[in-house]
């Protein structure tokens, strides 16, 4: 593995807020604060063992404002794009005599009154899901270019969407703090074909916090973090198979800490989070499943995932990346101390070869992995396998996610609080064993003429057995972020100011989980493969990062 901070001028030093790969070649698209789509080729150069390059192909430039999303179709024969002022634009493949490629406007989407933030296709490509600023989502008929459903009841931005890839559900998250699940209800027929209809079935907002005193009743906290949240997104994913969905910005609220956290909803259970990974210094922003499904490697006992096989995905906050796979509790990755500015999103190329990264300080990050350095790509059996290989959880006695106390039997397993700038890790216990958090050791990233950047790490005590787990972040040695001159205008976001209501009359509560308690006693150690980072040139003009105007509002769930 290999990768780091690509030194080209992406965007004419405006933030980059957005990036994908094309299904089926290498081709990078990458969005940004200046108008403009470009369209790169990656490639690798195995015999100096070098970064990888982005090469610039192409420039797609009729968006008249900053694009925030943008994402190709499965197909690969279409590309969606998401800007400002509420814009859509579908880009069609053309092949020109030559041999080269032309992307052109197939169709403009303006049904949006204010920014769009995220967008997904549907699996088959023929619909596509939109989130925007005006507090809503909208399913549009990719080929007639018209609006199929609209999709409302948020109270503030809608800043995530997620389609699931068997099309029975679709998920958005918002800075109303809910997170709302529609599922497909068709309504009779047209053209013999079921008319779409998705009605929302779950509202996610507020889970039951379990007391250790008993003589306490139960608080109930909010799962997601506020309006105040200082990013644009919160991109949410669902694994390749559609059997679980992870949900970015959560929180776990204890007191008066409040933890940093993603969780994750297993498709038999969506109106509650079945797992909760562990917590990070900075809110987590987006998630992004590796498109490959890898074969199992059965060297990993505490994993939290009963699949047939492995899914790989990577999520980050603000300055850090973690990869995690389904086979083992622990990030099988982590990068830290990347960028100076926040990370926008994640892309992973289709033969999971690359992985990328955006970010506000205009530059992007790309992660090479070695073949098969992640695994034997899986080959799945059937349609079954993909729709009953489900989040299972390893435990026979239900865990309530926000207290994290499991039990085994006689013995019980109760994880403290946790405080802010933590790593809370999923329970990898020996037997009969108390597991304990302590604070996060913080590393920096040295820099000769700023501040330094402080990197999430995490390390696990595990009671008698005095077993532990370290995943310890990159240390690197990085040159000041680029400075521009230009000022690039702010922009304004309008609140609607409103009161979040739960839809589900029951409180929310966190689902159980399994875990396997091995008898080994020994000493484990967990560390990250380490990269070296090569940091963003310095440079005279000075970049201006956009932040929204936002007015507070306070959620209410009713019981």
């Known amino acids: 593995m290999r990768g780091g901070t690509v030194q080209i001028n992406w965007h004419d030093l405006q933030p980059v807020l957005t990036l994908d790969f094309h299904p089926v070649s290498r081709r990078l698209a990458t969005g940004g604060g200046d108008h403009d789509i470009k369209i790169w080729a990656i490639a690798s150069d195995d015999l100096d063992k070098k970064l990888p390059t982005a090469s610039y192909l192409s420039s797609l430039s009729s968006h008249s404002s900053a694009v925030n999303v943008l994402r190709f179709s499965p197909s690969g024969e279409n590309l969606a794009s998401g800007s400002d002022g509420g814009?859509?634009?579908?880009?069609?493949?053309?092949?020109?005599?030559?041999?080269?490629?032309a992307w052109k406007v197939h169709k403009s989407l303006l049904f949006h009154r204010k920014d769009v933030l995220d967008l997904q296709w549907s699996s088959d490509g023929s619909f596509l899901v939109s989130a925007s600023v005006d507090n809503s989502c909208i399913i549009w008929d990719a080929n007639k270019g018209a609006v199929q459903q609209m999709l409302e009841g948020h109270l503030h931005y809608v800043q995530g969407v997620a389609w699931?890839?068997?099309?029975?559900?679709?998920?958005?998250?918002?800075?109303?703090?809910?997170?709302?699940?529609?599922?497909?209800?068709?309504?009779?027929?047209?053209?013999?074909?079921?008319?779409?209809?998705?009605?929302?079935?779950?509202?996610?907002?507020?889970?039951?916090?379990?007391?250790?005193?008993?003589?306490?009743?139960?608080?109930k906290t909010h799962l997601f973090h506020d309006e105040t949240l200082p990013s644009f997104f919160r991109r949410l994913a669902w694994s390749p198979d559609g059997s679980f969905l992870v949900l970015p910005a959560g929180q776990c609220k204890y007191s008066s800490e409040v933890v940093n956290t993603a969780y994750i909803m297993s498709r038999r259970d969506l109106s509650r989070p079945a797992i909760q990974l562990p917590g990070a210094s900075k809110a987590i922003v987006a998630v992004r499943f590796?498109?490959?499904?890898?074969?199992?490697?059965?060297?990993?006992?505490?994993?939290?995932?009963?699949?047939?096989?492995?899914?790989?995905?990577?999520v980050a906050t603000f300055n850090s990346l973690y990869v995690y796979d389904t086979e083992s509790a622990a990030p099988i990755l982590i990068h830290a101390g990347l960028h100076y500015a926040a990370i926008t999103d994640i892309a992973w190329s289709s033969d999971a070869k690359y992985l990328a990264l955006s970010s506000r300080d205009g530059y992007c990050t790309i992660i090479e992995f070695e073949n098969e350095e992640l695994g034997q790509p899986h080959i799945v059996s059937g349609k079954k396998e993909v729709t009953e290989a489900n989040v299972t959880c390893r435990n026979t006695k239900p865990l309530t996610v926000d207290s994290m106390e499991v039990?085994?039997?006689?013995?019980?397993?109760?994880?403290?609080?946790?405080p802010t700038d933590t790593m809370t890790t999923p329970p990898v216990l020996a037997k009969n064993s108390t597991l304990g958090i302590k604070e996060a050791t913080e590393r920096t990233a040295t820099c000769g003429h700023a501040e330094p950047l402080k990197a999430d790490s995490m390390e696990v005590d595990v009671g008698a057995s005095k077993a532990k787990m370290e995943a310890n972040p990159v240390s690197v040695e990085v040159t000041p972020p680029p400075v521009s001159a230009k000022k690039s205008a702010s922009r304004v976001k309008e609140v609607t100011e409103g009161t979040a209501t739960c839809e589900d009359a029951k409180p929310l509560k966190a689902d159980s989980m399994e875990v396997d308690v091995g008898a080994s006693k020994a000493k484990t150690e967990a560390n990250p493969a380490s990269v070296e980072v090569t940091p963003p040139p310095v440079s005279t003009k000075k970049s201006a990062s956009s932040k929204p105007t936002k007015k507070r509002i306070t959620p209410i769930a009713i019981n």
Not at 87 to 101: A, F, Q
Not at 165 to 174: D, F, N, T
Not at 407 to 418: L, N, R
């Open 87 to 101: 814009g859509i634009i579908l880009w069609k493949l053309h092949i020109n005599d030559d041999g080269s490629e």
């Open 290 to 314: 590796c498109p490959v499904l890898f074969s199992l490697r059965g060297s990993q006992s505490e994993g939290l995932f009963k699949l047939p096989y492995r899914a790989v995905f990577a």
């Open 164 to 219: 699931d890839p068997l099309g029975q559900y679709i998920a958005s998250l918002s800075s109303d703090r809910t997170c709302k699940i529609y599922a497909n209800k068709p309504q009779g027929k047209s053209k013999n074909m079921e008319k779409m209809n998705f009605v929302c079935q779950h509202t996610l907002v507020k889970a039951e916090l379990q007391s250790h005193d008993d003589s306490k009743p139960t608080v």
């Open 407 to 418: 039990d085994f039997g006689t013995s019980e397993v109760k994880m403290s609080a946790c």
